[in-house]
């Protein structure tokens, strides 16, 4: 059974960092891709960034290029999601999913983990 189970989120001041973890158990992660998605209140769930599995190749949305940075432990069956530059604008239930590639509107993830809440607050 795939599974995906989303860790490290919490409260955070503005300009601070959090990374977040998604492990993988009953598949191996470097097969698939790994898409990063955000919901804030009241806002449609929207795509972030994208690790593909193939090459380890990532995209980023604009709002968090050069901020967010996506990584992957084989060993660990994880991938996790790196947050600097912490805006309160960034407060949300982030989730991981997986798919089989990365599509540049961010739809084909099946599995889906359980989300994980990120407040940037002072």
């Known amino acids: 059974q795939l599974q995906l189970v989303e860790s490290g989120g919490g409260l955070v001041q503005p300009g601070g960092s959090l990374r977040l973890s998604c492990a993988a158990s009953g598949f191996t992660l470097d097969y698939y891709a790994i898409g990063w998605f955000r919901q804030a209140p009241g806002k449609e769930r929207e795509g972030i960034g994208c690790?593909?599995?193939?090459?380890?190749?990532?995209d980023y949305v604009d709002s968090v290029k050069g901020r967010f940075t996506i990584s992957r432990d084989n060993a660990k069956n994880t991938v996790y999601l790196q947050m600097n530059s912490l805006k309160p604008e960034d407060t949300a239930v982030y989730y991981c999913?997986?798919?089989?590639?990365?599509?540049?509107?961010?739809?084909?993830?099946?599995?889906w983990g359980q989300g994980t809440q990120v407040t940037v607050s002072s």
């Open positions: 690790m593909d599995g193939s090459d380890g190749s990532t």
């Open positions: 999913a997986s798919g089989l590639i990365c599509y540049s509107d961010y739809s084909g993830f099946s599995s």
